[in-house]
């Protein structure tokens, strides 16, 4: 059985599939973009999903949507590091995780209070980051992905994605190791969206079982994602639908944690789908 992903100090919860709410304070990620870009709203928002159910919150401080442009080390700084020390000081519950391919973002959030480092390069863009996390107890979030957010859509060329995503995440957790992060503070993310056709990310959900042979956590961030649209039709308010089934099938397949935005009809959905797959008998008893 995999355990929970940890750090110094604490873990996630082991009893359920663990829900991540994403907070953006940024101007221009692609669903909540410039609603929380303001220390008061970010905060304001973080203390909602507390409410709502989450278990984990990830601030992240520069967008990564495809063809996003990067910010400078200033300004994700400016963004992110007044959230997590304000938070702190107001005793937040949840575990904080920085959403951050920068390991000065990563040391400097921390020190501030944050216990997770969530890179979407897998400790690739700046490797350094890994040693950073190491020397603070802190748990990574390692994501497959290809080239850069201005390029990564170009370089979708897989022969088979799931191996190839597999083995391209067992590298970046034997880096990780070698860095002096234990297995347990070690989650995997396949990267859905990133470097992805629509069709690749729907393999890779569907198969998300596969990635547990890592022997780590396995996160999923699936929510309001292009794929969905360019799939099933699903666009604006109506990508709730197709994530919420993503959560579903997910959870049911071996997602330990999930990154989503609707955090509450997360919860509501995950609460009903576990406890029908962990009544024995599932459905058999209902009135006929």
């Given at each position: ?20 709410s ?37 601030l ?21 590091v ?5 938070l ?34 897998g ?24 080239g ?28 990780a ?14 990267g ?38 360019r799939l099933f039709?699903?666009e ?37 789908t ?15």
């Amino acid at each position: 059985m995999i355990r929970p992903l940890s750090w110094q100090g604490g873990a996630l919860p082991s009893d359920r599939p663990a829900v991540m709410s994403i907070l953006n304070v940024t101007p221009d990620s692609f669903f909540d973009g410039g609603h929380h870009a303001e220390v008061d709203a970010a905060v304001r928002r973080a203390w909602e999903v507390v409410d709502e159910g989450a278990d984990v919150l990830d601030l992240g401080g520069e967008s990564t949507r495809p063809g996003a442009a990067p910010v400078s080390l200033d300004e994700e700084l400016r963004r992110t590091v007044p959230v997590v020390e304000r938070l702190v000081k107001e005793d937040y519950p949840l575990p904080i995780s920085i959403d951050t391919s920068r390991h000065t973002v990563a040391r400097r959030t921390l020190e501030a209070g944050a216990v997770i480092v969530n890179d979407v390069t897998g400790g690739t863009r700046e490797p350094e980051i890994l040693a950073v996390a190491a020397e603070h107890g802190a748990a990574v979030v390692l994501m497959h992905m290809r080239g850069t957010p201005q390029t990564m859509q170009g370089q979708t060329d897989y022969r088979d994605v799931v191996s190839e995503v597999s083995e391209a995440l067992r590298a970046l957790c034997d880096a990780a190791t070698a860095a002096g992060i234990p297995a347990e503070r070690q989650a995997v993310d396949p990267g859905i969206g990133f470097a992805k056709t629509a069709t690749d990310s729907l393999r890779l959900v569907s198969e998300v079982g596969h990635f547990e042979q890592l022997a780590r956590p396995v996160l999923l961030g699936a929510s309001r994602k292009s794929f969905l649209g360019r799939l099933f039709g699903q666009e604006g308010d109506d990508r709730l639908y197709g994530s919420l089934a993503v959560a579903a099938w997910s959870a049911l397949r071996g997602a330990h944690i999930l990154r989503v935005h609707d955090v509450r009809a997360t919860r509501a959905v995950l609460n009903v789908t576990m406890a029908l797959s962990d009544t024995e008998g599932g459905l058999s008893d209902r009135p006929t």
